[in-house]
């Protein structure tokens, strides 16, 4: 599959709005990759890459000339794709005809055309335990229940995420400002009750960790911080893994989960989620919608009596497989190539 991006829309100084695509090929001395290949003529594209995100093109003013750079110059029938960056990410003009990957969103206000984007982490197991393949866990009959997190009770905290957000909901929805509305409430209360109600099910190994701040207040040298091992010790040394959205409507949690060869506990808070086409999430995760979710004890209750030690493990090796194969950055794209 050959990509094209045209340079009248790309910016090299905002690395983190480039379409994670075109930063990755940039970097192979062959431009190739798994039959991904950047090309520099668009006849020879077989899809054209908007290369930055639309929160930059929004932010630049520059809506008006992607729009008509696009009605112009690329007008062949070839598929357009594109990206929104980050936890609430933005509007997309609705004229615009192509394909928007996305992390964050609700699900049912979206169209069709949007469709979900892996978290692409860096694989876990080989970073921080030196193995390629899943550390096997000895099963119990009591599930054991992974969290170490922000999470919050209520109190000022949660009265002034719920206010941020429905004050910036109101900013958008006047027309003032291109972020998506979002569900107003506050994220760090919504895990807490969560957690607080898995805590009181004597059936259930509670495995948590709560911080009373993101990444327990570290700012330098994060991936070597003691507690980000103490993050992946916790997955590893649990059966299940409570994956929640924060501040945007996704889980990066999910995703280290699933590479740690874990199951994940889902919350579907109207998530996008990737190759929903592809993959049967509910094969791989214990799936509990948000209206259900006083019950979550009693999903993973119900999740765990199906499984044996050979099982669960099996499960475990399917996850971690899962994240290989799909949802790291190229083989999630070859895994769409033949969707344009």
């Not at 889902?266 to 509910?282: G, R, Y």
Request: aromatic content about 14%; glycine content about 4%; some cysteine.
């Amino acid at each position: 599959m050959k990509f094209f991006f045209p340079q009248a829309l790309y910016n090299n100084s905002s690395r983190w709005q480039i379409f994670p695509l075109i930063k990755t090929l940039k970097k192979e001395s062959n431009n190739v990759f798994n039959s991904l290949e950047l090309v520099k003529d668009k006849s020879e594209a077989d899809v054209i890459i908007l290369p930055m995100s639309w929160n930059y093109y929004y932010r630049n003013n520059l809506i008006q000339d992607v729009l008509k750079l696009i009605y112009k110059e690329f007008t062949s029938g070839k598929p357009i794709i594109s990206f929104v960056f980050g936890d609430i990410g933005c509007k997309v003009p609705k004229d615009f005809k192509g394909i928007v990957y996305r992390s964050s969103g609700r699900k049912s206000k979206l169209p069709n055309t949007h469709k979900g984007f892996p978290i692409f982490v860096e694989d876990p197991l080989q970073k921080y335990y030196s193995e390629k393949n899943i550390i096997i866990k000895p099963f119990s009959q009591k599930p054991s229940v992974g969290f170490c997190g922000l999470a919050h009770g209520f109190g000022i905290q949660t009265i002034k995420e719920i206010l941020k957000t429905a004050i910036k909901n109101l900013v958008s929805f006047l027309g003032l400002s291109h972020r998506d509305l979002d569900q107003v409430m506050s994220t760090t209360y919504f895990r807490w009750k969560i957690l607080n109600n898995l805590k009181k099910s004597d059936k259930i190994i509670s495995n948590f960790i709560i911080r009373d701040s993101y990444r327990a207040g570290v700012k330098s040298d994060k991936d070597t911080h003691i507690t980000t091992l103490q993050f992946y010790d916790n997955i590893k040394d649990s059966d299940y893994v409570v994956c929640m959205r924060g501040a945007g409507n996704f889980s990066t949690r999910f995703y280290e989960t699933l590479a740690m060869g874990r199951i994940p506990v889902f919350i579907n808070t109207d998530c996008l989620l990737p190759l929903e086409d592809k993959i049967n999430w509910k094969h791989h995760v214990v799936w509990v919608e948000y209206n259900e979710r006083h019950l979550i004890a009693e999903k993973i209750l119900e999740f765990h009596k199906t499984l044996t030690e050979t099982s669960i493990n099996d499960l475990f090796l399917r996850n971690r497989k899962l994240w290989e194969d799909y949802l790291q950055l190229y083989p999630f794209f070859n895994a769409t190539i033949y969707d344009y």
